[in-house]
């Protein structure tokens, strides 16, 4: 479901392995584009109740030097890819 005229925004995301988390960017229309292209994924509007403004920046900062962003509308790469691919194969057994 892809509507080019509404804008995109950055939205921090994480993918919750149960004792932690990977946390990344997606540039995407909105939380819910991202959490039904991404599964296992949750995307925030702002950031969870429990960070701290001044955290979020950190995380942004981080993730972006990292190379931790991606656009919804582009191919996985990376992180992102290897994760997707092994949810596909554990699903396929």
Do not use: Q
Request: hydrophobic content about 35%; overall charge negative.
């Amino acid at each position: 479901m892809h509507e080019p005229m509404i804008p995109k925004t950055e939205y921090l995301c994480v993918y919750d392995y149960g004792m932690g988390g990977v946390w990344f960017i997606v540039n995407a229309r909105s939380t819910l584009e991202v959490e039904s292209k991404l599964p296992g994924i949750v995307a925030f509007e702002d950031k969870p109740e429990w960070m701290a403004p001044e955290d979020k920046a950190a995380l942004f900062s981080s993730c972006k030097r990292k190379g931790f962003r991606w656009d919804i509308d582009e191919e996985p790469s990376g992180w992102l890819k290897k994760h997707l691919n092994s949810r596909n194969d554990a699903r396929n057994l």
